[in-house]
């Protein structure tokens, strides 16, 4: 199954990248959190509600709305915090990198086997970092983030209102395969978040996972 | 067009319609909630019922509830949002400038239909994302930053509900749209849109041929009243104590304050001089109007009535008019958001009783007082009372000294 892949690529301050990738993954992952389940039999279940938070950034004229989960956005903090330390430090000029934030479900698999994880939409930001000359240049470059992160938003929201391809709602034994139901206050489809400096997409779970099992059945 | 028999069964198309209202009231509580100039913070709200529409924790303020009601009649809620409903934010400053800053739009668009969505509950659910669309958008354009200075800045931010056209002109020549997604459904494509002026400077203030109508209140210079303020005032300062709230000094001239909605104490005033038999206003009370017929255009000579009228002593407490708005009076009020005061200051209270006063239940004695048959009687009542009033008005001078005598004498015996 191909995934749907969406990329944006922008370029910023070194301090502005924590901020920037997070105004795009929690809006992301607000659209595609639901409340938590509570299933009544097999089939049947009720939705817990959602809450959420605005988020006033520090480095960046912006404010973006995110889920009211501790859990959730420590989380996603960290894997964005390390992104940034790596891609701050990097040697390349102008440093680059990319961070994709990619929903999978997971299918069951016969043992030995892990379950297969298929990604099914991907979010990609590249990040260019600039550096700015002069307090002109710097204030030029702050509007100019800010403005496309704007755009990227609307555009967040345009692809999720088409409503091409969500996972169905699972049954309650198969929650797991589509759901992190690991959280408490709410329940994200399975997401995980990967980067790399070389600027190209990181490898998908699901293609390493499909390698993984091709080496293994080749054997 | 959409196809006559997009649902199936007629349950199918009651329990959209329902939705549709409830993504309707929601969509609006989103959108004023997000004007407010609070940010949204951990833990700030209560935690409600699981039973939450859409799943998503929205206030439910009954004011907005009740605008959107007024907007959207319960027996024609389809109807009404295929011909579009609307949200206005607009900004008043202090001075009395003000500016309609976006208008958001929600829409069934019937061309835009899809009928392979059928369940019901697929239909919910995605409204639920688009709701989650609208919190979204409605942070990143420039009304809500706005709205989140209003607190320290000295400017208001209201909103309005209504249907129909889009009053898209008040939003000055560069506009931007931007639509917050798009819900196909059997019936048409739901959709949330908001178009937002760019161009924030603000144009001089319309009223200026109307500014003899800030009236500076002489008239009480010489009163009692004003003596007893003076005399209290020389106390405080004796006594090295310092009162937070002061009287209110009459000498300044009056001036709207920054909540006031100067619309709808206009309409309240004209309202009140055309119901209640006041002396004077209403012998000079012009042919009764209906409200209807009012409109934007006929400020100038509205202007002038006012004029005529503020120079009678009762109405001297009248706020001031101080520019005309570009609102028609037939339009619903706006709506205030927030008071820019702390809440224990006497202006908040003042906004309150006017809150109450202009919300209180219509008397039946009003009407009864409007009966064709009584309109004699109260013609005599108001000939006589015209009368008693310039007999004391003629005597103010008297009053006015023998008050000052009596404070002089009172501060005498006190100290």
Known sequence: MNARSISFEMSMEGRQVDEVVASIFHTVLFHRSSGKFTYNNEESYSIRTVSYIDVDCDFIDFTYVCCESEALGRNVKKEISEFSDLLRTASSSPPRGSISLEFFQKRRARWPFQPECVPWEVWTVCCELTESRNEHDMHSQHESVVEMLQDKIVHITEIINRHEYVPKMPSRSDADLIFDTSYADIQPYLFKIQYNLSGAPPTSVGNTVRKLIRDTLSL | ?415
């Not at chain 2, 995605?126 to 979204?136: A, C, F």
């Not at chain 2, 959709?191 to 041929?209: A, E, G, L, M, Q």
């Not at chain 2, 001036?255 to 005033?269: G, H, M, Y």
């Open chain 2, 1 to 415: 067009m959409a196809p006559d028999a997009a649902f199936s069964n007629i349950s199918d198309k009651n329990e959209f319609t329902k939705f549709t209202k409830f993504l309707a009231y929601k969509g609006v509580q989103v959108i004023v909630e997000s004007r407010k100039g609070v940010k949204i913070e951990a833990n700030s709200k209560p935690r409600t019922s699981d039973s939450d529409w859409f799943n998503l924790q929205i206030p439910d303020s009954p004011e907005v509830n009740q605008a959107t009601k007024n907007a959207l009649p319960s027996d024609k809620i389809l109807e009404t949002i295929r011909s579009q409903l609307h949200v206005e934010i607009s900004v008043q400053t202090e001075d009395g400038d003000e500016m309609v800053l976006e208008l958001w739009t929600l829409e069934l668009d019937e061309t835009q239909f899809d009928t392979s969505l059928k369940a019901m509950n697929t239909v919910y659910f995605r409204m639920g994302i688009l709701l989650k669309s609208v919190i979204t958008i409605s942070r990143i354009t420039p009304a809500y930053h706005l709205s989140r200075k209003q607190r320290t800045e000295s400017f208001t931010i209201f909103y309005r509900v209504y249907n129909g056209e889009p009053k898209l002109k008040a939003l000055g020549d560069s506009v931007k749209k931007i639509q917050a997604g798009m819900l196909k459904t059997p019936l048409g494509g739901l959709c949330f849109t908001v178009s937002y002026r760019t161009n924030f400077s603000i144009s001089p203030n319309r009223s200026d041929k109307s500014k003899t109508l800030l009236l500076k209140s002489d008239h009480f210079e010489l009163s009692p009243k004003h003596v007893i303020f003076e005399s209290k005032k020389n106390k405080n300062i004796k006594d090295k104590e310092v009162k937070p709230n002061r009287p209110v000094d009459l000498d300044k001239p009056l001036r709207l304050a920054a909540f006031v909605d100067e619309l709808v104490i206009q309409e309240a005033i004209k309202d009140f001089l055309e119901k209640i038999p006041v002396p004077k206003c209403k012998a000079r009370s012009r042919p009764k109007t209906p409200v209807t017929d009012r409109s934007a255009e006929s400020k100038s000579t509205q202007d002038l009535d006012l004029t005529s009228v503020s120079k009678s002593p009762t109405s001297l407490e009248l706020p001031p008019k101080k520019f005309s708005g570009f609102r028609g009076e037939n339009e619903p009020p706006l709506k205030l958001l927030h008071f820019p005061f702390a809440d224990n200051h006497p202006i908040r209270e003042l906004a309150e009783f006017y809150k109450e006063f202009f919300n209180a239940p219509h008397l039946k004695l009003v009407d009864e007082l409007q009966d064709k048959d009584n309109v004699k009687e109260i013609d005599v009542a108001n000939d006589d009372l015209s009368k008693d009033l310039e007999l004391y008005e003629s005597s103010l001078l008297e009053f006015d000294e023998l008050l000052a005598d009596m404070c002089r004498s009172a501060e005498w015996s006190g100290n």
